[in-house]
């Protein structure tokens, strides 16, 4: 029997659940006909779409 490693999973962000980037279109449109986008992460994970867990244990005691 070979043992089996298993990481501790890591805690989804409350705030985008897991979604941290996203892509918003300004309304612009560029010469191509495409429109102008910009990259917007989260801001309570920064992008990581986990947080570590001593943010997670603040946030429920707050």
């Known amino acids: 029997?070979?043992?089996q490693?298993?990481?501790a999973p890591g805690r989804?962000?409350?705030a985008c659940d897991g979604f941290a980037q996203a892509v918003i279109a300004?309304?612009?449109r560029?010469?191509?006909g495409s429109r102008h986008t910009i990259p917007v992460n989260c801001p309570t994970c920064r992008g990581l779409g986990i947080i570590v867990r001593p943010?997670?244990?603040a946030a429920r005691t707050a």
């Open 30 to 32: 560029l010469r191509d």
């Open 26 to 28: 300004t309304g612009t």
């Open 1 to 3: 029997m070979m043992p």
């Open 12 to 14: 989804i962000c409350p």
């Open 55 to 57: 943010l997670a244990t």
């Open 5 to 7: 490693t298993s990481h």
